[in-house]
Every structure is written in structure tokens, then in C-alpha cells.
Nanobody, 125 residues
């Protein structure tokens, strides 16, 4: 299962970036999908998780109001729009899908079944 990411880069604080992830098959085929990041020297953490069964979307508190997950089911693609970026958002961002039906909490702890290659997001002045 191959997820292909694009986007990322370097921006100043307050800037915006959009990440894209092409997902094999239909986005509706997965129990959950979203984005997981790993900051330097820190554990992975889920940034946002979309649960297909009830169309719920969960964000970690630190990105609420700034990040938005979107899906284009016709293109089998999901996006992460990141606004008002902060230095603490720096890290490698991975798109991920859950095939197992794990609890959302597991995804938000950084656990999933399939991952993209990762894309670097750097926020600094």
C-alpha cells in the first residue's frame, strides 16, 4: 500500500503550507486516515484523524483552528491545510491510513498501518 505525499517546505512563523497525499483506491475504503508528525527528538503524534464510519475529524489541541484536513474523494486525495504555522509545528509529516479499525486514540498516539514517505515542514524566522 503506497501513499504518495507532496507539499511541505520552509516557512516563517505565521505562514501557510498545504500537504497532499494520494491514497490508493477510495478514501472511503479505510477505517481512518489523517496525518501524523514527528518533531526532532520527540515521539510521533497524530495531528488529525478522520474516521470514515461517522465522518468525524479529530485534531490535537495545539493545531485546532489552524490546521484543516480535507478530502477529495474523486481524486482519492487528502490534504492538510496548515495556517498560522509556529516553530513548534516543525517536523516530518506523514499521511497515514488505518486498515484495522483501531481506536482513534491509537492513531493520535502515532500508530497506523500504512504511511507515506514523509515530508519535512520547517517553521523558523
Amino acid at each position: 500500500l503506497q501513499l504518495v505525499e507532496s507539499g511541505g517546505g520552509s516557512v516563517q512563523p505565521g505562514g501557510s503550507l498545504r500537504l497532499s497525499c494520494a491514497v490508493p483506491g477510495s478514501t472511503l475504503d479505510y477505517y481512518a486516515m489523517g496525518w501524523i508528525r514527528q518533531a526532532p527528538g520527540k515521539d510521533r503524534e497524530g495531528v488529525v484523524c478522520f474516521v470514515t464510519a461517522d465522518s468525524s475529524t479529530y485534531y490535537i489541541d495545539s493545531v485546532k483552528g489552524r490546521f484543516t484536513l480535507a478530502r477529495d474523494d474523486a481524486k482519492n486525495t487528502m490534504y492538510l491545510q496548515m495556517n498560522s504555522l509556529k516553530p513548534e509545528d516543525t517536523g516530518i509529516y506523514y499521511c497515514a491510513v488505518d486498515l484495522s479499525g483501531r481506536p482513534t486514540a491509537a492513531f493520535m498516539r502515532g500508530t497506523s498501518d500504512a504511511w507515506g514517505q514523509g515530508t519535512q515542514v520547517s517553521v523558523s524566522s
